[in-house]
């Protein structure tokens, strides 16, 4: 049997414990969402096109983790409520930009302002100065363990990219 200390740094309970963490995240995200009178893929997109800026459908897709044909139905939700709207790349006709429109930027905004302030209610467990911290413990989990998922020729080519990237070349 483990002892205690070494129990509680176990991969095992450290996952069980992020698991656990993420659940509860979810669920306050989740039911702020909800009570804004939206579905989580919507407010998704509106939130990721204020932000990023107008996307093609499918790098809109990734960032909001929907699936082609999740994103193509959420968009095409979006758009005919006036949210959206679909354009040409002028690059590539075959490609689709995802543009917020003035009414779609008016509704997401101050939906977004209340999501915010709901999701600092959730993390009041952790003070601002520990965040920064907790933050980059967890996209350094998180990188390290997707990099254990790719294959051996990607992981090289990709650790290297990002050691580029780190040092600003």
Same mark, same amino acid.
């Given at each position: 049997?483990?002892?205690?200390?070494?129990?509680?740094?176990?991969?095992?309970?450290?996952?069980?414990?992020?698991?656990?963490?993420?659940?509860?995240?979810?669920?306050?995200?989740?039911?702020?969402?909800?009570?804004?009178?939206?579905?989580?893929?919507?407010?998704?997109?509106?939130?990721?096109?204020?932000?990023?800026?107008?996307?093609?459908?499918?790098?809109?897709?990734?960032?909001?983790?929907?699936?082609?044909?999740?994103?193509?139905?959420?968009?095409?939700?979006? +758009?005919?409520?006036?949210? &959206?709207? %679909?354009?040409?790349? @002028?690059?590539?006709? =075959? !490609?689709?930009?995802?543009? #917020? $429109? +003035?009414?779609?930027?008016? &509704?997401? %905004?101050?939906?977004? @302002?209340?999501?915010? =302030? !709901?999701?600092?209610?959730? #993390? $009041?467990?952790?003070?601002?100065?520990?965040?920064?911290?907790?933050?980059?413990?967890?996209?350094?989990?998180?990188?390290?363990?997707? $990099?254990?998922?790719?294959?051996?020729?990607?992981?090289?080519?990709?650790?290297?990219?990002?050691?580029?990237?780190?040092?600003?070349?």
């Amino acid at each position: 049997m483990m002892d205690r200390k070494k129990a509680e740094t176990a991969g095992i309970h450290v996952w069980l414990v992020m698991w656990k963490a993420t659940r509860a995240l979810e669920a306050h995200a989740q039911r702020s969402i909800q009570s804004l009178g939206m579905c989580r893929s919507d407010f998704g997109v509106l939130e990721a096109l204020l932000h990023k800026g107008p996307l093609p459908v499918s790098a809109l897709g990734d960032k909001v983790l929907l699936t082609s044909g999740s994103i193509t139905t959420a968009v095409d939700r979006l +758009e005919r409520r006036g949210y &959206v709207e %679909r354009r040409g790349d @002028a690059a590539d006709r =075959r !490609a689709r930009i995802v543009h #917020l $429109t +003035e009414s779609g930027s008016r &509704v997401i %905004r101050p939906l977004y @302002a209340e999501h915010v =302030r !709901a999701m600092e209610r959730a #993390l $009041t467990g952790v003070p601002p100065q520990r965040r920064a911290t907790l933050v980059g413990m967890v996209r350094e989990l998180g990188r390290t363990a997707e $990099t254990l998922l790719m294959p051996r020729s990607e992981t090289a080519g990709s650790s290297s990219r990002r050691a580029r990237k780190e040092r600003g070349k």
